[in-house]
């Protein structure tokens, strides 16, 4: 099984459009509204060979 490189992996609040670090703790933002944070970015899988 390959490996999967993560890259631009960031948690985001989808009210007030903050980001934060990926490793934090947090599940809720600091906003006014206290939304919640998802995470949001890109990933990158290597392909095998011969498919």
Avoid: N, Q, W
């Amino acid at each position: 099984m390959e490996r999967t490189k993560f890259s631009v992996i960031r948690k985001r609040c989808l009210i007030c459009g903050k980001t934060y670090p990926s490793d934090s703790k947090r599940t809720s933002c600091g906003c006014k509204d206290h939304g919640r944070l998802f995470a949001v970015g890109t990933y990158y899988e290597k392909k095998t060979a011969g498919r």
